[in-house]
């Protein structure tokens, strides 16, 4: 065949490639249909693969196989990236192609030489699969029954179908990234919807708990101006760019979360409503300050809205004690009659998520008397995160 018409062939094969991305669908069968594309003209005698990178590019993991048996593509599912990880493994490291034409003597398969030769395989050439930055984003690998050294026109072929693949696998990753994004967006739209709501609710809570304690509405200005205030403050601390900004990258005594977070209901017409009882003032890295302000402002929100917080007698003390574990208690007294939930509000999710986050477990017990609210974190969970 002249060059001219194994051009011709490769362009009818790129564009045929081309035409199955264009239809879309789980990348898996997109891939399978690929490798059967460029299978075909083989006539049994090429078993492809495309092997997908893992997202920390540390492991190789099955995109499609459809001619290799389920044994051997469960066996390599999930190989580390790394020299003498066979064909593949080393073409994910090197970002070179690996041409190896007898599996029987090449170093580069000393530890899969066994798991091929049971299943027939003499010969494997490996192609990085690289995004258009450079990315690695996985392997297309040729397999033969026979050991075969690649012509002229297999390299062209593998090259081709390299970057028609490329395309499929970036295509698949935008959209996945798109829907990540659009489910991200969702629930900060959420989790805006709850605060404005809490924003509401509080405002309204604090100009009531603040007309009971003043005669005058000068008084009643400026008390709910302070209120307001700390309230920013707080709302400010549980926000990730602004809490890192305000702590300068140091650690955040707890101690002072606490104060900040609960300044807005701390006086009231009968005295401290709040208390922060004695024990261990734990520090707090920018790492975890979000979490930790965030779970606290809720609590707080939920007390001033339900609990403790509302009435004006109400009252709510809070501890911390660092021993096998950081055990945060916070327990509300005086308020309404209180019950469990038939269901559990974002704000509850949102509490329970973020505990969850840093490791910890928490219980709520509805007491007749109040709420109580008992927090347990790893030691290490206010700690800050090595890089």
């Given at each position: ?13 790129e564009?045929d ?5 264009a239809?879309?669908g ?10 059967l594309?460029?299978e075909?003209?083989a006539?049994g005698?090429?078993?492809a693969?495309?092997l ?5 590019g540390?492991s190789?993991?099955?995109g499609?196989?459809?001619s290799?048996a389920?044994e ?11 020299h003498?990880?066979?064909s593949c ?6 970002g070179e192609a690996?041409?190896?034409a007898d599996?029987d003597?090449?170093?580069l398969w ?9 299943h ?11 995004a258009?930055?450079g990315r690695?984003?996985?392997?297309f690998?040729?397999y ?13 072929v ?9 395309i499929?696998?970036?295509r ?6 798109r ?7 969702l629930l900060?739209l959420?989790e805006l919807n ?6 509401f609710?509080?405002?309204?809570s604090?100009?009531?708990m ?7 509405a000068e ?12 309230l920013?403050k ?5 926000q ?6 305000d702590?300068?990258?140091?650690d ?5 979360v606490?104060?900040?977070?609960l300044a807005?209901y ?8 709040v ?7 734990i520090p707090v890295?920018?790492?975890h ?5 965030l ?5 707080a929100?939920?007390?001033a ?10 009252r ?14 916070w327990?509300?007294?005086?308020g309404?009659?209180v019950?469990e ?7 509850s999710t949102?509490?329970r998520r ?7 477990e928490?219980?709520n ?7 109580d609210?008992v927090?347990?974190l790893p030691i ?7 890089i």
């Amino acid at each position: 065949m002249n060059i001219p018409s194994i051009q011709s062939e490769l362009i009818i094969a790129e564009r045929d490639i081309l035409a199955r991305v264009a239809l879309g669908g789980p990348i898996k069968e997109v891939l399978r249909d690929i490798i059967l594309l460029v299978e075909k003209p083989a006539e049994g005698e090429l078993l492809a693969s495309v092997l997908l990178m893992s997202e920390d590019g540390r492991s190789l993991h099955e995109g499609a196989a459809p001619s290799l048996a389920p044994e051997y593509n469960a066996a390599i599912d999930g190989i580390p990236v790394g020299h003498g990880i066979g064909s593949c493994g080393t073409a994910a490291l090197s970002g070179e192609a690996v041409m190896v034409a007898d599996i029987d003597t090449d170093p580069l398969w000393a530890d899969f030489r066994e798991l091929a030769a049971a299943h027939g395989l003499k010969a494997c050439w490996s192609m990085p699969i690289k995004a258009a930055d450079g990315r690695i984003l996985g392997t297309f690998a040729n397999y033969y029954r026979e050991p075969r050294e690649p012509t002229e026109r297999d390299i062209e072929v593998i090259g081709m179908v390299t970057r028609t693949t490329a395309i499929a696998i970036e295509r698949y990753n935008h959209e996945m990234a798109r829907d990540r994004a659009e489910q991200q967006r969702l629930l900060l739209l959420r989790e805006l919807n709850h605060r404005v709501k809490n924003v509401f609710a509080l405002t309204n809570s604090l100009l009531m708990m603040s007309a009971r304690s003043v005669s005058t509405a000068e008084e009643l200005s400026a008390v709910v101006r302070g209120r307001l205030t700390a309230l920013s403050k707080a709302h400010e601390l549980a926000q990730p760019d602004l809490s890192l900004i305000d702590s300068g990258g140091a650690d955040i005594s707890l101690h002072r979360v606490l104060a900040d977070i609960l300044a807005p209901y701390t006086q009231g017409p009968t005295g401290n409503r709040v208390s922060i009882e004695g024990g261990d003032d734990i520090p707090v890295s920018p790492d975890h300050l979000t979490a930790i302000a965030l779970i606290l402002h809720e609590l707080a929100t939920n007390a001033a809205k339900y609990g403790a917080l509302g009435p004006v007698d109400g009252r709510v003390s809070v501890s911390c004690r660092r021993a096998d574990t950081i055990e945060i208690r916070w327990s509300e007294r005086g308020g309404p009659e209180v019950g469990e939930p038939s269901k559990s509000g974002f704000g509850s999710t949102l509490v329970r998520r973020s505990v969850q986050g840093l490791r910890g477990e928490m219980a709520n017990k509805w007491n007749p008397e109040g709420l109580d609210v008992v927090i347990k974190l790893p030691i290490d969970a206010l700690a800050r995160v090595s890089i």
